[in-house]
C-alpha cells in the first residue's frame, strides 16, 4: 500500500481509505453484522489500510462504536476520521445542521466516548451549517486542536469560498466531496481549491454507489430499505442510460484483465496523489478486490476513454438540499 501525507499535519495514510458506513447504515437493510464488519476492518488493517472513515450520524452513533470494538488495542495502527454537525446536540439529538462552537464540543466528546479514544485524528464538518458562520464552527476546531483533542479537521461538501474563509482562520486538512466516473463536479473549483492550499481531497463514493462496480443491472438487487432505490440515478430510463457508463468502464476493464471497481478506483488514484478515495464495504472479498486496485495500471488512452465518458442522468440525491447531502 503506497502512504501519502495527510494534508498539512504531516501524518502519513494510506493510499486507499475504507469508508465504513454502510457497515451500519443507508445500505444494509436489516443485514447489519458487526461481527463480520469486524472481521473485515482487521484485513483492511493487515492490506495496509490505515485511514477509516465513519460519522456520528452512520446508525446513529453505532458505526464509530463498532470501529472502536474493531480497534481495541489497535488504535496506534490507524487513522481516525469522523464527522459531526447534522445531529442537534443542543437540542433533542435530532437531525439538523448545527455548526456552533457548542455543539462542536457536544460532538467531540460523543465520538470521544464511543470510539474509545482520547484523540480523533481528522475530525469533519459534515454539512455546512448557513446558520453559523464557518469561522465559529473552525474556531471550535482550533481549539480543540490545541487541546489534543483532534489532529486536524476538514470540511463534507464545502464551496470554495467557504474552504477559503476556514482555511484562512486554521489550516484545512481535508476536504471529503463525493467523487469518481459518475461525479465529476469537484473538478471545477474544489480541486483547484484544494491543490492551491494543500488539502488534501477525500472522494465519497468513489464507486459511484456501488454502480461503477458493474454489478446492478437492476433496483430488484437491492434490499427493500436501501436508499439508492430513492435515488435518480437508480430509477427508471437514468439507470438503463447510466448502465451504458458501465459498459465502457467495463471494456477498459477486460483490456487490463482487472474488475470494472477496479478501474474505477485506479482512474480516481491516477488524477493526483493528493486524492484518497475512500472506497465502502463490509466484505473482505470485496476489500481485497479494492485494495488491489491500487496496482492497476492505465494507459494515457485508457485514461482519457474514461475521462470523456458521459454525465450520468439523474442528480446526486432525490434532495439536494445540504442536510441531504
Same mark, same amino acid.
Request: glycine share 14%.
Given at each position: 500500500?503506497?502512504?501519502?501525507?495527510? %494534508? &498539512?499535519?504531516?501524518?502519513? @495514510?494510506?493510499?486507499?481509505?475504507? +469508508?465504513?458506513? $454502510?457497515? *451500519?447504515?443507508?445500505?444494509?437493510?436489516a443485514a447489519v453484522d458487526d461481527d463480520s464488519s469486524i472481521r473485515t476492518i482487521h484485513r483492511a488493517i493487515e492490506l495496509g489500510v490505515t485511514f477509516f472513515?465513519?460519522?456520528?450520524?452512520?446508525?446513529?452513533?453505532?458505526?464509530?462504536?463498532?470501529?472502536?470494538?474493531?480497534?481495541?488495542?489497535?488504535?496506534?495502527e490507524i487513522v481516525i476520521a469522523t464527522k459531526f454537525g447534522t445531529i442537534l446536540h443542543r437540542g433533542d439529538n435530532s437531525r439538523g445542521l448545527d455548526g456552533s462552537a457548542e455543539n462542536v464540543r457536544l460532538s467531540v466528546e460523543g465520538s470521544l466516548s464511543r470510539l474509545g479514544t482520547d484523540y480523533i485524528d481528522l475530525l469533519y464538518q459534515h454539512r455546512m451549517d448557513p446558520g453559523t458562520p464557518?469561522?465559529?464552527?473552525? %474556531? &471550535?476546531?482550533?481549539?480543540? @486542536?490545541?487541546?489534543?483533542?483532534? +489532529?486536524?479537521? $476538514?470540511? *463534507?461538501e464545502a464551496a470554495p469560498s467557504t474552504i477559503r474563509r476556514a482555511h484562512a482562520v486554521h489550516p484545512v486538512t481535508?476536504?471529503?466531496?463525493?467523487?469518481?466516473?459518475?461525479?465529476?463536479?469537484p473538478e471545477a473549483e474544489i480541486l483547484p481549491t484544494t491543490r492551491e492550499l494543500g488539502i488534501t481531497f477525500v472522494p465519497y463514493s468513489p464507486l459511484g454507489r456501488g454502480f461503477l462496480t458493474g454489478t446492478i443491472r437492476s433496483?430488484?438487487?437491492?434490499?427493500?430499505?436501501?436508499f439508492r432505490r430513492g435515488n435518480p440515478r437508480f430509477e427508471g430510463d437514468n439507470l438503463q442510460a447510466n448502465i451504458?457508463?458501465?459498459?465502457?468502464?467495463?471494456?477498459?476493464?477486460?483490456?487490463?484483465?482487472?474488475?470494472?471497481?477496479?478501474?474505477?478506483?485506479?482512474?480516481?488514484?491516477?488524477?493526483?496523489?493528493?486524492?484518497?478515495?475512500?472506497?465502502?464495504t463490509?466484505?473482505?472479498s470485496y476489500l481485497e478486490e479494492n485494495v488491489?486496485?491500487?496496482?492497476?495500471?492505465?494507459?494515457h488512452t485508457q485514461l482519457a476513454t474514461l475521462g470523456n465518458l458521459h454525465a450520468p442522468e439523474g442528480d446526486r440525491y432525490a434532495d439536494m438540499s445540504p442536510v441531504n447531502r
Open positions: 500500500m503506497k502512504h501519502v501525507k495527510l %494534508g &498539512a499535519t504531516g501524518q502519513e @495514510i494510506g493510499r486507499i481509505g475504507l +469508508g465504513l458506513k $454502510g457497515m *451500519s447504515a443507508f445500505y444494509t437493510g472513515d465513519t460519522a456520528e450520524i452512520y446508525g446513529p452513533y453505532i458505526n464509530e462504536e463498532l470501529l472502536a470494538k474493531a480497534i481495541a488495542g489497535r488504535r496506534d464557518v469561522e465559529e464552527t473552525v %474556531g &471550535a476546531l482550533s481549539e480543540l @486542536i490545541a487541546e489534543g483533542k483532534i +489532529g486536524g479537521y $476538514g470540511l *463534507s481535508a476536504i471529503q466531496t463525493e467523487y469518481s466516473l459518475w461525479s465529476r463536479d433496483l430488484d438487487q437491492l434490499d427493500d430499505t436501501d451504458r457508463i458501465v459498459e465502457q468502464v467495463d471494456a477498459v476493464a477486460r483490456d487490463v484483465q482487472a474488475t470494472p471497481g477496479q478501474v474505477a478506483l485506479a482512474w480516481l488514484l491516477a488524477q493526483g496523489d493528493d486524492i484518497v478515495p475512500i472506497p465502502g463490509k466484505r473482505i488491489a486496485a491500487g496496482g492497476v495500471q492505465l494507459s
